[in-house]
């Protein structure tokens, strides 16, 4: 599957792709790249997940604030967008998870260009 660059400079990037769906449970993968460091996380949700999701970025998109969580089901990986001030948004999280042999801690300050590519690729994984 093609993998979707939500954010890409210098030294932040910030991508995922879609792996398989089963059950009701969609997998996917998220890279994140910050300066010299990297990491990689697959993260298995439900559909109604994904659908609040969505929800959620599409109300930040519009209001231009709020706040919204993506957790892994299956480890303690996570990814939290908060729209800032100015369109700025502070992605943090974990990649990988604190009980595997790698994982890494993250925090990026991305823009609000995140939000219409993160809502089409959610959108996207639904059709799988």
Not at 100 to 119: N, Y
Request: with cysteine.
């Amino acid at each position: 599957m093609v993998e979707i660059t939500l954010f890409d400079s210098d030294s932040i990037r910030l991508s995922i792709q879609y792996l398989y769906s089963i059950a009701g449970y969609i997998t996917y993968r998220v890279t994140v790249k910050s300066g010299d460091f990297s990491g990689t996380s697959s993260f298995c949700q439900p559909v109604e997940e994904i659908n609040r999701q969505i929800d959620d970025l599409r109300l930040m998109e519009n209001e231009l604030s709020g706040t919204c969580r993506i957790n892994d089901i299956e480890s303690d990986a996570f990814i939290v967008f908060d729209l800032l001030d100015l369109g700025h948004i502070s992605a943090a999280g974990l990649v990988g998870s604190s009980f595997e042999a790698h994982s890494m801690r993250f925090a990026l300050l991305v823009d609000q260009t995140v939000l219409p590519i993160l809502i089409h690729a959610f959108t996207s994984f639904l059709d799988y």
